[in-house]
């Protein structure tokens, strides 16, 4: 029986990150930190987008509802958009999307948001790391939001 609590005890907790990344850099520079065989933490659930741009708030919103811990949203550097601009819009609303989730109630680290181009492979590493770091020292998300049920009643 204290074996059992020994190895609770030194289990370490590895929150469940989502993690949105621009095809044509971030997920490219993640892609080259597994060819170069780049360690980082298992804890990011990789979801390949356009471009950062493109991410609709309500994308974080439901998954911080769904049980995610963090989210990093990842995109190309300013300036080096393939769409032209699109990075500079996921920068207005990310600056948006962060005052509304701390109004309320969310943990600021909770949301990250990186620049990782393709041949950064050795920087997404660095990313998903602090990322890490960050939502493991607040804990587990504390469902600040409801998921709907869809409207089912009790009766």
Same mark, same amino acid.
């Given at each position: 029986?204290?074996?059992?609590?020994?190895?609770?005890?030194?289990?370490?907790?590895?929150?469940?990150?989502?993690?949105?990344?621009?095809?044509?850099?971030?997920?490219?520079?993640?892609?080259?930190?597994? =060819?170069?065989?780049?360690?980082? $933490?298992? *804890?990011?659930?990789?979801?390949?987008? $356009?471009?950062?741009?493109?991410?609709?708030?309500?994308?974080?919103?439901?998954?911080?509802?769904?049980?995610?811990?963090?989210?990093?949203?990842?995109?190309?550097?300013?300036?080096?958009?393939?769409?032209?601009?699109?990075?500079?819009?996921?920068?207005?609303?990310?600056?948006?999307?962060?005052?509304?989730? *701390?109004?309320?109630?969310?943990?600021?680290?909770?949301?990250?948001?990186?620049?990782?181009?393709?041949?950064?492979?050795?920087?997404?590493?660095?990313?998903?790391?602090?990322?890490?770091?960050? =939502?493991?020292?607040?804990?587990?998300?504390?469902?600040?939001?409801?998921?709907?049920?869809?409207?089912?009643?009790?009766?």
């Amino acid at each position: 029986m204290g074996e059992i609590q020994v190895e609770a005890e030194n289990k370490k907790y590895d929150p469940k990150i989502a993690a949105f990344l621009c095809n044509w850099c971030s997920y490219a520079g993640a892609d080259l930190a597994g =060819v170069g065989r780049i360690q980082y $933490p298992p *804890t990011i659930r990789t979801i390949r987008v $356009p471009c950062s741009g493109r991410i609709n708030p309500l994308y974080i919103l439901k998954a911080m509802a769904n049980g995610a811990d963090g989210v990093l949203v990842s995109g190309c550097h300013p300036g080096d958009c393939h769409y032209i601009s699109g990075n500079y819009v996921a920068r207005r609303k990310f600056a948006l999307i962060k005052s509304l989730l *701390t109004h309320v109630g969310l943990e600021e680290d909770r949301v990250n948001f990186s620049w990782v181009s393709a041949a950064e492979g050795g920087r997404f590493a660095e990313v998903v790391k602090g990322v890490t770091e960050r =939502v493991s020292a607040l804990g587990p998300n504390k469902g600040v939001f409801k998921v709907d049920d869809g409207g089912a009643t009790d009766e």
